[in-house]
């Protein structure tokens, strides 16, 4: 299936099911007809949303492969989190689906879409004020920080850490893009908030299941030998 030969809409509906699987956006007669493989970019190319082709290396798809690790490592921290029987599951799922749609608006260059494009992948800032709710509300439950911690915790906090590394990453890949006016500025905006909220629960959750945080502790000078 050529991307010159299918509409923008369908090539969006298509993005927004291969990475994780957000369903609601893709019906099964899709999902009978498309194949995983293209073989497309076996040359070291691949396509934006818009079609145009590109090195694997640019910015653009290291920005999606980012997005993509994070969504990944905030799966794995959900599962664990299940495991737990977290309250934030549910937020976690909320946020693979916006990371999804965030996929969408970094692989449509806002200086190369049409309006209906723009429209189409469009990144609302409602959903980082939504974050700022989340961090809040968990922030109330948490005794206030007065150290420098270490990732730790037990294994739901620890991955959720991870997560958090990744997500400055994703944010810092995203910089150049949102500087040339090819991706949302609210987009930079999320991942800076959604490092905030991954550190948040990672402490709730070390919290709420009866774990100790290591704290930092600036290790002794050694008495030089004379």
Request: charged fraction near 25%; hydrophobic fraction near 30%; aromatic fraction near 8%.
């Amino acid at each position: 299936m050529s991307l010159k030969r299918i509409s923008f809409t369908t090539t969006y509906r298509l993005y927004t099911c291969v990475s994780i699987r957000c369903t609601h956006k893709f019906n099964s007669t899709d999902s009978q007809s498309f194949k995983i493989y293209t073989k497309t970019g076996d040359k070291g190319t691949s396509a934006t949303l818009l079609g145009d082709r590109r090195p694997k290396d640019d910015d653009i798809f290291n920005a999606l492969g980012n997005t993509d690790e994070l969504s990944s490592a905030i799966g794995l921290a959900k599962e664990f989190a299940e495991d737990n029987h977290h309250s934030f599951l549910n937020q976690l799922e909320e946020i693979q689906c916006a990371l999804q749609d965030i996929g969408s608006n970094i692989a449509a260059p806002r200086q190369l879409a049409t309006d209906n494009q723009l429209r189409s992948t469009e990144f609302e800032d409602s959903r980082v004020e939504l974050l700022e709710e989340w961090i809040d509300s968990h922030t109330a439950n948490l005794p206030p920080l007065k150290n420098f911690i270490l990732p730790s915790g037990g294994k739901t906090s620890s991955s959720l850490h991870i997560a958090r590394s990744i997500c400055r990453r994703a944010e810092r890949s995203i910089v150049p893009l949102v500087r040339e006016g090819n991706v949302d500025d609210t987009v930079g905006r999320y991942l800076n908030r959604l490092s905030d909220y991954l550190f948040t629960i990672a402490r709730l959750s070390a919290k709420n299941e009866g774990k100790t945080e290591t704290i930092y502790r600036r290790p002794r000078k050694r008495n030089s030998k004379t």
